[in-house]
C-alpha cells in the first residue's frame, strides 16, 4: 500500500505532535502517582468501579500512547486511525479514573484525538472542502475548551476577585503570586487580583468564539494566550494547553494551503 | 494569481466558508455528528447559567457525588476548568472543627475538591481519619458535601459520603 504524503498529512502530525507534548510532559509526576497505586488504591471510593481505582491501569492507559509515534512514520489511513482512536480511548479512560479523573489534560486530549481521528479519514481526499470543514472544526473546539472555563466563572466570586486572589496569591509558590503575596498590601493584591479575575474571564469569553474568526487571528490570539497562561502558572500548564495548540497549528497550516473562498465560488459558478 | 494573492488577504470566517464551499464533506455523517457533538456540548454549558438542574449535575460530578459512575463519565469530556467557587476544609478527626461554619477557614481550590486525596497528595496526609467540607458556589446555587475518610489497613483510604446539601436561590 502506498504510504500517505502531503500537506494533510503534515497537518494530522502537527496535532500528534502537540497532543504527545502534552500527554508526556507530567510523566514525572504522573509515573510517581500510578506506582504509590500499583499494589492498592490510594482511595476507595463508591462512585469509581475498581479497576478505576487500581494504579496498574493508569499506568498501562498513560503508556498505551507511546504506539502514537509510529504516527510519524509511514502510515496508512488504517494506522492514523488507529492510532488516533487509541489516543481518544486512553484519554476516555484516565478521564474516569481516580487518580486521574480532575485533570483538564486528558479532555483537552480527548478532543484533539477525535480531530484528528475525523482528519484521518479525510487525508486521502482532494478539494478544498474537507479542509474547511478541519479548520472549522478545530476552532470550535479549542473554542469550546474556554466557552467551559468563560461559562464556570460567570458567578460573583469570580468576578469580585475572591476566588483568584485565594487560589493564585495566597497559594502558588511562585512568581509573580508568591511577590505579590509577601510585598503588596493585602488591599493592593486584592483589587489586583479582582482586574486579574476579570480579564480571565473575558478572554475566555472572547476566546469561545474562535469558530467565527478568521484562522490567522485565531491561531495568533490563541497562541498568544497560552503563552500569557503558562507564564503566569508553570510549564506543567502546557500539558492542558499543547494538544490544542497542536490542533490549532495544523489548521493555522491548512489555512495557508487553501484558495480564498471567493476564488473557489468564481471557479464553480464558471 | 494576482487575484489569488490579494484574496489571500481577505478575511474567512471558518464555519460560513465550511457552510458555503465545504461541498459534499458536510453532508458526510461524521462530519454532522462531530459538528452536532460540539454544538449539544455547548448548549449543556450555555445553559449553565440559567438552568439549576444543570449546575447541580456539573456540582455533583466535581464533588464526585453524581448517582453512578456512568451518569457521572460522560460529563468528563465536558470542558470546566477553573468552574466555580470551589472551597474546602479538611480536618483530621481527632481534632473536629468549631462548630458553627462548617467552610471557616476553608482553602479554594479550582475545581473538584475530593482531588485532595489523589492529586494533590502533598498534603502530608497523617491521621488516621479526616472529616473533608466541600463547598461550590455559582450564581447562588450551592452544593456542600461532608466526607468521612478513613485510612484502610493497607495505607489507602476510603472515602464516604455522610451529608449534602443542594440549593438554590438566595440564602
Known amino acids: ?270 | 494569481m494576482e487575484r489569488m494573492d490579494r484574496g489571500r488577504w481577505r478575511v474567512e470566517v471558518p464555519l460560513l466558508a465550511a457552510w458555503r464551499t465545504g461541498g459534499e464533506e458536510g453532508g458526510k455523517g461524521t462530519t454532522r455528528l462531530f459538528y452536532g457533538a460540539l454544538g449539544a456540548i455547548s448548549l449543556w454549558m450555555m445553559a449553565m447559567p440559567v438552568v439549576p438542574g444543570v449546575t447541580e449535575a456539573v456540582m455533583r460530578r466535581f464533588h464526585l457525588t453524581s448517582r453512578h459512575y456512568l451518569a457521572w463519565l460522560p460529563q468528563q469530556v465536558v470542558p470546566a476548568m477553573y468552574s466555580f467557587a470551589n472551597r474546602y476544609r479538611l480536618t483530621p478527626s481527632e481534632r473536629p472543627g468549631a462548630a458553627g461554619d462548617p467552610m471557616a477557614g476553608a482553602f479554594w481550590v479550582n475545581h473538584y475538591p475530593p482531588r485532595l486525596f489523589t492529586f494533590s497528595r502533598r498534603t502530608g496526609l497523617r491521621a488516621e481519619s479526616y472529616e473533608l467540607c466541600c463547598q461550590s458556589d455559582y450564581r447562588g446555587r450551592r452544593l456542600f458535601t461532608k466526607m468521612r475518610v478513613e485510612r484502610q489497613g493497607d495505607g489507602g483510604f476510603r472515602m464516604e459520603l455522610e451529608e449534602e446539601r443542594y440549593s438554590a436561590g438566595p440564602r
Open chain 1, 1 to 270: 500500500m502506498k504510504p500517505l504524503t502531503g500537506k494533510r498529512l503534515i497537518a494530522w502530525r502537527i496535532a500528534l505532535a502537540g497532543w504527545l507534548v502534552g500527554w508526556f510532559i507530567n510523566t514525572s509526576e504522573n509515573v510517581g502517582l500510578f506506582v504509590s497505586a500499583w499494589e492498592r488504591p490510594i482511595l476507595e471510593h463508591p462512585l469509581f468501579p475498581g479497576v478505576m481505582c487500581d494504579g496498574r491501569v493508569a499506568l498501562l492507559l498513560f503508556a498505551l500512547p507511546l504506539a502514537g509515534f509510529a504516527g510519524f512514520s509511514g502510515g496508512t489511513v488504517f494506522r492514523l486511525r488507529v492510532v488516533s482512536g487509541i489516543l481518544a480511548l486512553v484519554s476516555l479512560g484516565l478521564l474516569g479514573h481516580l487518580c486521574t479523573y480532575n485533570d483538564a489534560t486528558y479532555t483537552t486530549t480527548f478532543w484533539s484525538a477525535l480531530w484528528m481521528g475525523w482528519w484521518a479519514g479525510r487525508i486521502e481526499g482532494s478539494g478544498a472542502g474537507a479542509e474547511r470543514h478541519a479548520i472549522a472544526l478545530g476552532q470550535g473546539l479549542v473554542g469550546l475548551c474556554f466557552l467551559g472555563g468563560f461559562v464556570g466563572k460567570l458567578t460573583p466570586e469570580y468576578w469580585s476577585g475572591e476566588v483568584f486572589h485565594g487560589i493564585y496569591v495566597l497559594q502558588k509558590p511562585y512568581f509573580p503570586f508568591s511577590w505579590m503575596r509577601d510585598n503588596w498590601p493585602e488591599a493592593a493584591s486584592k483589587t489586583a487580583s479582582a482586574w486579574m479575575g476579570r480579564g480571565m474571564i473575558v478572554t475566555e469569553g472572547v476566546l469561545s468564539t474562535l469558530v467565527f474568526w478568521p484562522t490567522r487571528a485565531a491561531l495568533g490570539a490563541t497562541l498568544g494566550v497560552f503563552v500569557v497562561m503558562t507564564l503566569l502558572a508553570q510549564v506543567q500548564i502546557l500539558s492542558v494547553l499543547a494538544p490544542l495548540a497542536g490542533v490549532m497549528v495544523a489548521c493555522g497550516f491548512l489555512g495557508e494551503t487553501l484558495e480564498p473562498e471567493d476564488i473557489l465560488r468564481d471557479a464553480a459558478e464558471g
